[in-house]
């Protein structure tokens, strides 16, 4: 290109080079938030789950309320049974949309390091989800408040380990989109990778609980601890993701019968092996074999 | 043969196809012309019976296509290269759509052959290049060995030897007395295969003649792209800038 | 050309059947979706095999059917993706523009559907029925196939796995998404069920009842219909109640995904 005279500029610009250095790891952040940020279905994912966590919560407060003992702080977590659904379908929708719509080609020839990109949607779904999280559970103290206005008890958020209980609560949503975005990474279909997640959390200890039911004979009289079948399913209702962050949120319960006794702590690094884990294969998948 | 009359189609407030009149003839290749976003692909949507006219009509020999007892006998339709199952093989992909009709796996063969598909007919249709699919949609269209054919840019994505075939396929087909309805972009090649050119912009028929005549009416137009373009100068609703045009006015062109 | 004479050229219902039939048979993931059932259905009465005790009062057939738990899943999988197929990878437009009427191809789908998961049904119950065996024998639950109650459950395992399958294609036509369909076909199979549970009462009970997945009664022994009924404080639905509930979801969503496909454009 020879411009005429360079007049206003003593060097002129190579063509296309607007600020040079290409793609710098916040660029790629910056890039997938403008992803993740322009899709409807975000934020209608977003909007299911703060309103789930606060519709449970508050129907559960109430159902409670006339209960002789009733406690509003223990009806917070009543919401977390489905309100993880909506972050972690937002997290496998993250993982697969790139190979789901086939933008992937568009996204790895400007970044054709790729894993970049991986890190990059695990920062930003975090993020994300972070921020919906906390709102989902400033839901779900919405939600008991008329329960307890109702019995005239004062709310102390503050006291007690109920702080917490809201963290705990707040890391296990945000886990939960990690999960999704990790098994959406692996998997790269979505209605397989949500298959494969809605089974792992909700379905399997649901299945798992109703069988151990139907292979216990209620009338046995209670011997020695649980019976086997149940400590088995316990154990594995355990250490599946949602049993491991619900004990994240329930810092001073020793545990469900029969299963081991791992604490919030444990339970959050449960939760956490079950997003490093997928998370890594997928990165191992993304380097090592082609993108088509 | 085709006839659109006074069609109209609108998506909520906006009016994809605004008041269309035109006719394709048997024996002849009408070429379907227009920018991105003119209609197009919606009028041909609607004249196979997957949307529904918001007023007007759309027949085929006289009938609406949903009326049709036998449409793959009546009408081959190339809607979207695309609209094939990734884990099907070409020759079930092909299969599938025969048997709606009866149509005989001999004639599956014979289609595939016809398209060049042969070596790859076992093959799933996810391995497919753009101008595979491209014949593969050719071949669908071809099964009922209809009367009247509708593509929607069918040398998009061909190598220039299957350009070169579509043409001639085109010209064999409305020679043997059938209805050929056909976008495409590619003037040059319309100006060699189409007798007669419908142009449309922004829903709106902006001509209806035969490839001569619009070249002779528009002024000092030497083909068929010229006139094009100067009939819609006024439609185009999405128009690049060339990448200097930031820098310099876009009359400039002495950028090199 | 050469026009390759068909006996009676157009259209018909048993035509359109075969090219579905075709289509269902040409994509590998009906074969995995299928095997992935029996497998699952086989495993989980396996697995629950092992914790039976003699003095249960278990009934044999109850142990066989018990995968059932699972093999929902793998049948609401098979029906979701029949419904959204054309959809999820744009072949609707080559299927609707062969058949323009669009309805027969729903109804195919449907047909199509169900014969695939009574196929389905029967090989999990076959599967599950021979890896219990020894189980069976060590515990002492007995299947006596003279008796009407047993193979009523028997029966009804097959008839409850096809019903899900056909509401799966339903969620799956009407909401032409696979993830969303999945999604929902799962809340409403399973999860709803299992939310409500937790708090009983006469309007959760009388809810619980009517979601699909009270269906699952079908594969339940006449004990265990008696102690449900016993304790519910919504209706009362026997054993046949269940499946009626269920098949008229199916029949529901197939009417209301046709009512879409009929009135509304495909683009």
């Known amino acids: 290109m020879s411009a005429p005279a360079a007049s206003s500029a003593t060097q002129v610009p190579a063509r296309g080079r607007t600020a040079g250095r290409g793609a710098t790891f916040a660029r790629v952040v910056a890039s997938e938030w403008t992803k993740l940020t322009s899709l409807r ?22 159902a409670s309320s006339v209960d002789p003992g009733f406690d509003p702080l223990s009806s917070l977590t009543s919401g977390l049974v489905l309100s993880p659904l909506g972050l972690m379908i937002l997290g496998v929708l993250v993982g697969t949309g790139e190979f789901s719509t086939g933008t992937f080609r568009s996204t790895f020839t400007a970044v054709p390091r790729r894993l970049p990109v991986l890190a990059a949607q695990v920062v930003v779904t975090a993020a994300f989800a972070l921020v919906v999280a906390l709102l989902a559970v400033g839901a779900a103290v919405l939600g008991i408040v008329p329960a ?45 990778a949500v298959v494969t997640a809605v089974t792992v959390t909700l379905v399997l200890p649901i299945v798992l609980m109703l069988a151990s039911d139907l292979s216990t004979d209620p009338m046995a009289p209670a011997e020695s601890g649980p019976p086997p079948a149940e400590a088995v399913v316990n154990t594995i209702v355990t250490l599946l993701p949602s049993g491991a962050g619900s004990l994240m949120t329930t810092p001073d319960i020793s545990g469900i019968e029969g299963a081991p006794d791992l604490g919030p702590w444990g339970g959050g690094a449960v939760l956490g092996a079950w997003i490093l884990v997928p998370l890594a294969g997928a990165a191992v998948r993304l380097r090592a074999r082609d993108v088509t | 043969m085709i006839e659109v009359e006074s069609l109209t189609k609108r998506y909520g407030t906006v009016r994809a196809v605004d008041e269309l009149s035109f006719t394709a003839h048997s024996g002849a290749v009408t070429g379907f012309l227009g920018p991105n976003g003119a209609g197009k692909s919606t009028t041909m949507r609607v004249v196979v ?14 009938r609406r296509y949903a009326d049709l ?11 979207d290269a695309r609209s094939v199952h990734p884990g099907r093989t070409a020759f079930r992909h092909l299969l599938a759509q025969a048997r709606t009709h009866g149509i005989s796996r001999k004639r599956v063969d014979e289609v595939i052959g016809m398209t060049g598909l042969e070596s790859v007919a076992g093959r799933r249709a996810g391995t497919f290049s753009l101008g595979m699919g491209q014949r593969l949609g050719i071949a669908g269209a071809l099964l009922g ?26 010209r064999e087909l409305a020679d043997e007395g059938r209805t050929v309805l056909l976008s495409s972009h590619l003037m040059h090649e319309l100006a060699l295969c189409a007798d007669r050119v419908v142009i449309i912009g922004k829903g709106r028929l902006l001509a209806d003649a035969p490839v001569q005549e619009i070249i002779d009416r528009s002024t000092g137009a030497a083909s068929l792209e010229d006139a094009y373009l100067q009939l819609t100068a006024d439609s185009v609703q999405y128009r690049g800038r060339s990448a200097d045009d930031s820098a310099t006015t876009p009359t400039a062109g002495s950028t090199r | 050309m050469t026009v390759a004479a068909p006996t009676r050229p157009g259209v018909t219902f048993s035509r359109v059947l075969a090219a579905e039939w075709t289509k269902l048979l040409s994509v590998r993931s009906t074969l995995w979706t299928v095997v992935g059932t029996i497998l699952a259905a086989a495993s989980l009465a396996f697995a629950l095999g092992m914790f039976v005790r003699p003095d249960s009062g278990q009934s044999g057939s109850s142990l066989i059917v018990s995968g059932y738990l699972l093999a929902q899943l793998g049948t609401l999988v098979l029906g979701v993706m029949v419904g959204t197929g054309e959809y999820s990878v744009g072949t609707f437009r080559v299927t609707f523009t062969a058949v323009p009427r669009r309805l027969p191809v729903l109804l195919a789908q449907a047909l199509i559907t169900a ?48 019903g899900v399958a ?52 079908l594969t ?28 008229l979801w199916a029949v529901g969503l197939l009417i209301a995904a046709g009512y879409r496909l009929r009135r509304h454009d495909l683009a």
């Open chain 3, 166 to 217: 056909v509401v799966g294609l339903g969620i799956g036509a009407l909401l032409r998404r696979p993830t969303a369909a999945l999604v929902t076909g799962v809340l409403v199979l399973v999860v709803f069920d299992h939310l409500l549970a937790v708090n009983p009462g006469r309007v959760t009970d009388t809810v619980r009842a009517l979601l699909p997945g009270s269906g699952a009664r």
């Open chain 2, 145 to 170: 060995d209809p009367g009247t054919l509708i593509l929607d840019e069918p040398v998009n994505g061909l190598d220039p030897d299957g350009v070169l075939w579509v043409r001639r396929l085109v």
């Open chain 3, 115 to 162: 014969v695939v998961a009574l196929a389905t049904a029967v090989g999990a119950l076959l599967a599950s029925f021979l890896v219990t065996v020894g189980q069976r024998g060590a515990g002492g639950l007995t299947v006596d196939l003279t008796d009407g109650a047993t193979v009523r459950v028997l029966v009804d395992y097959v008839c409850f796995l096809v």
């Open chain 2, 49 to 62: 019976g997957l949307e529904r006219p918001t007023s007007g009509t759309a027949t085929v020999d006289g």
């Open chain 2, 69 to 79: 007892a036998a449409p793959l006998h009546a009408v081959g339709v190339m809607l």
């Open chain 3, 220 to 247: 339940m022994d006449d004990a265990t219909l008696t102690a449900l009924d016993a304790t519910t404080l919504g209706p009362q639905l026997g054993p046949w109640g269940g499946g009626v509930v269920l098949g």
């Open chain 1, 148 to 192: 307890a206005g109702s019995r005239e008890i004062n709310l102390d958020l503050t006291g007690d380990g109920t702080p917490l209980v809201l963290a705990g609560m707040t890391l296990y949503l945000a886990g939960m989109a990690l999960f999704g975005l990790a098994v959406g990474a692996l998997l790269r279909h979505s209605a397989r």
């Open chain 1, 41 to 62: 279905s975000s934020f209608l994912l977003a909007a299911a789950t703060v309103a789930v966590s606060w519709a449970l919560t508050y129907v559960s407060a109430n």
